[in-house]
């Protein structure tokens, strides 16, 4: 075990925290708008991130929604690849236990090639329990097919020819072309909210990636470092802050997003709920002035946003990326573009500097070439 001089010293040598935007490509029936047009302004949103100094861009996926919530990450994230040059493009999460792993592995071979080697691999096991009904897929045994699925895209990514004998899955003499542009493979980062899935990313996965959850689950993850044979330097953690949008004044912002912040906060708080999972609150917010209550720094200022996020991450060195929705359901992506503005001139700033022992930014990134 280090001692703590040599820790602080380890940890105040990585690199700057990096930040990161979500996209769902929603577009809810009340406020709808032409999906052709939502797509093509919302690209342009991305490029605009991407110049204002952003990160990382992140795409989510679900499936027979009402708002058409993006079910297709992998031509969104070749999409976006081809609009932009130098931010990483990441999937958080893809549900890997509904696709065919092969498809998935070439596929995202396909979207690291087009962006030059930035794309990060996120997937996850699923809980929307409609999408497993649907695919024909047993809810209950998603876990070990998530686990046989993540090792072929794995072997796909990085071995000549393979052969997989599983429960769920049989190929014979895979091989997978053309290969990713990261050698020996993209990053995988893992999405996470239970202790199963908390192991495999500690187990199969370079990182992990926590919606919604904080730092609460953070101890767990170190848990199943030490117990899958690595060490807390291993630790790669993305969140989303606090707060969910920077704004010039936060009482304006709730009289004109309140109602979409609540359409989305409901929504999730009933896939939670199905799936027996106490993510979003044991009772959907009952009203805007509800959620406000129950989230009060959802709209902050840029001076706010600093300050709570420095809080969040007190003592968690092990964060190294944060990442928010960039559009509120419903929202024009035009709107939104104000917010990325503060965002971008006053937080991503602050904490672009080497991090203090408290609040380092946690593990260095993958070269743009692979994974060290």
Not at 6 to 20: D, N
Not at 56 to 73: A, K, Q, R, V
Not at 158 to 180: C, I, K, L, M
Not at 254 to 280: C, H, I, P, T
Request: proline share 8%; charged share 25%.
């Amino acid at each position: 075990m280090f001692s703590r001089a040599k820790r602080v010293a380890y940890w105040r040598g990585r690199q700057a925290m990096r930040f990161g935007l979500w996209y769902d490509f929603r577009n809810p029936p009340q406020w709808a708008q032409p999906f052709d047009r939502l797509y093509a302004e919302t690209l342009e949103h991305i490029a605009e991130a991407e110049r204002l100094g952003f990160d990382d861009i992140w795409t989510s996926e679900h499936h027979f929604t009402e708002d058409g919530y993006s079910p297709s990450l992998l031509p969104l994230c070749a999409a976006i690849a081809a609009r932009t040059h130098r931010v990483q493009i990441g999937t958080n999460v893809l549900l890997l236990t509904l696709h065919n792993p092969i498809h998935v592995a070439e596929a995202g071979a396909t979207v690291d090639i087009l962006s030059s080697g930035r794309f990060i691999f996120g997937p996850a096991v699923g809980y929307k329990r409609d999408e497993f009904a649907t695919f024909g897929i047993d809810y209950h045994r998603r876990g070990r097919l998530m686990d046989e699925a993540l090792e072929i895209v794995r072997r796909c990514w990085t071995e000549e020819r393979f052969s997989f004998h599983g429960r769920y899955f049989t190929f014979e003499d895979v091989r997978a072309t053309p290969r990713p542009v990261q050698k020996p493979r993209p990053p995988i980062w893992v999405g996470a909210f239970s202790e199963p899935a908390l192991r495999r990313a500690a187990r199969m996965g370079d990182g992990l990636l926590i919606g919604g959850a904080g730092t609460r689950l953070i101890p767990a993850y170190l848990d199943a470092l030490k117990a899958a044979g690595k060490s807390e330097h291993d630790a790669h953690v993305a969140l989303t802050p606090r707060w969910g949008a920077v704004v010039d004044d936060p009482e304006r912002a709730w009289a004109e997003l309140g109602e979409k912040a609540l359409y989305r906060a409901r929504l999730y708080q009933r896939w939670f709920s199905d799936a027996g999972m106490n993510v979003a609150g044991a009772t959907p917010p009952a009203s805007v002035e509800d959620l406000r209550a129950r989230n009060p720094e959802l709209f902050v200022t840029p001076e706010q946003a600093v300050a709570s996020l420095r809080r969040q991450l007190d003592g968690w060195p092990q964060v190294e990326r944060i990442f928010w929705w960039a559009i509120f359901p419903g929202q024009r992506p035009a709107e939104a573009l104000r917010s990325l503005e503060l965002a971008a001139k006053h937080v991503l700033p602050a904490f672009a500097g080497k991090a203090a022992e408290d609040t380092a930014s946690g593990p260095p990134q993958p070269s743009p070439r692979g994974v060290e």
